[in-house]
């Protein structure tokens, strides 16, 4: 009788306790959550932006848009840059590679 009893508590321990990991996997994880990121204060928009080279400060074009980091441009000399920071109406680029038009040209018909 004794052993029959300490089986049954033993199932309803084990029973209830996959009971409780079962909802607590159901339940959303942000008891525990990472505390988020403060959103960032806008960029102030500017009429015209300098794109300049990170290595040597040279300016690589002004562009009447708003640029943003990760951002892409290509020169005149079909070098291709991306946009690593923003400050104030200054972008500064840094250079990826150099990107060779004719590929992309259409032939003609």
Known sequence: MVK???????????????AILASLH???LN???????PEQ???KVYD????????DNQTLMYVPLVVSVGDEVITEE???YQIVKVEEN????RFVEYVDIKQYQQKPK
């Open 4 to 18: 029959r009893r300490s089986i049954l508590l033993l199932t309803i321990f084990i029973l209830g306790t996959i």
């Open 26 to 28: 159901l339940l959303p």
């Open 31 to 37: 008891i525990l959550s990472i505390q988020q990121k």
């Open 41 to 43: 204060a806008p960029q």
């Open 48 to 55: 015209y932006y300098l794109i300049i080279d990170e290595t």
């Open 78 to 80: 079909n070098k291709r």
């Open 90 to 93: 200054r972008a500064y680029a």
